[in-house]
């Protein structure tokens, strides 16, 4: 296993190929790494520039109100690397970039082998499935949907269905940042959409009041039924006592990887959020990685880098 990578990593740095073609390659299509000392991968952080002439932002934004100013993926990967984490999911901005998703697709040209993009699509376009898969050429290889951002029947747009219907040959999951509420309507299309892949961003934010309600838990878990759906057990620091050592939230995780198990969870950080003058990157990682008891070695794995990995380093 570890030659293979190594022959990747050497592949990649040396062949000073088009990012698009080495991805085309089904030799190279596995399990691109940084190195045994950074085997981990966060499946959910952002990142922004302040060269917003070069990105622009969306109409309603201004410079002044990106905050942090600036948190590019060189700024992320400081944070990162110390921590053991090699690779990273890029997840699209919506607040700053709107569905345009240039500066993810740019830092993963720039490094093909440690991004991945989980980007959008304004779903009242009628070429989704178009999009898609223009994307997935790009380094996009899943996409985030938010009832935020469409606001009523948000699951019933001809482009949402689209875009279920076209994540089952994909393989793009959908990543739906919901609340408990939004759990059933979900469940309702992994239903009718059996064979799509799904993630459910930071545990369906079940704790963001402080308080983790059991009927909720119960939802969430209840939505293991569903084969292809996953969870990011992620931001802490938005969740629970929000604040390290965040070992509140460990009986959450305890009860969704028994529903779950370790190949259906992920964690992440959701930073530059997590890094927020309490919280920090390690504080994120350290709870899975150096606290939770009740997990193999192997498992562990599994949580830091392998669920991740085969959800969306798959090309
Ligand atoms: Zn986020």
Redesign the pocket.
Same mark, same amino acid.
Request: aromatic fraction near 8%; charged fraction near 15%; proline fraction near 0%.
């Given at each position: 296993m570890q030659i293979k990578l190594n022959r990747r990593e050497a592949l990649v740095a040396g062949s000073g190929m088009l990012a698009s073609a080495v991805l085309s390659s089904q030799a190279q299509a596995m399990a691109p790494t940084s190195g045994s000392d950074t085997p981990w991968i966060d499946a =959910? %952080? =952002?990142i922004w520039t302040p060269d917003t002439s070069k990105f622009k932002l969306r109409e309603t934004v201004t410079p002044d109100q990106l905050a942090p100013h600036s948190f590019t993926d060189e700024e992320l990967m400081a944070v990162a690397t110390p921590e053991g984490v090699g690779r990273v999911v890029l997840?699209q =901005?919506w607040p700053y970039h709107g569905w345009d998703n240039s500066y993810l697709i740019d830092a993963w040209q720039r490094h093909p082998e440690k991004f991945r993009i989980v980007g959008m699509i304004d779903d009242a376009r009628s070429d989704t499935e178009k999009q898609m898969k223009a994307l997935l050429k790009q380094g996009v290889t899943g996409f985030r949907i938010n009832p935020g951002i469409t606001k009523g029947d948000w699951l019933g747009t001809a482009g949402m269905q689209q875009m279920w219907k076209t994540a089952a040959t994909t393989r793009q999951p959908m990543c739906c940042?919901i609340n408990p509420e939004n759990l059933a309507e979900v469940g309702a299309m992994c239903t009718r959409f059996p064979e799509t892949p799904v993630v459910i @961003? =930071?545990f369906a934010r079940i704790g963001v009041t402080g308080e983790v309600k059991p009927a909720e838990l119960k939802s969430l878990c209840d939505l293991a039924k569903h084969r292809l759906v996953k969870v990011k057990i %992620?931001?802490y620091y938005a969740l629970g006592k929000k604040q390290p050592p965040h070992e509140e939230l460990v009986p959450m995780i305890r009860q969704l990887f028994d529903a779950y198990g370790a190949d259906r969870l992920m964690w992440a950080s @959701?930073c530059p959020?997590q890094i927020d003058g309490k919280s920090t990157y390690r504080s994120s990682i350290s709870l899975i990685r150096d606290h939770i008891d009740f997990v193999t070695k192997e498992e562990r794995t599994k949580l830091l880098c392998t669920t991740a990995e085969s959800t969306f380093f798959f090309v």
């Open positions: =959910h %952080s =952002h997840i =901005h940042l @961003d =930071h %992620s931001a @959701d959020y």
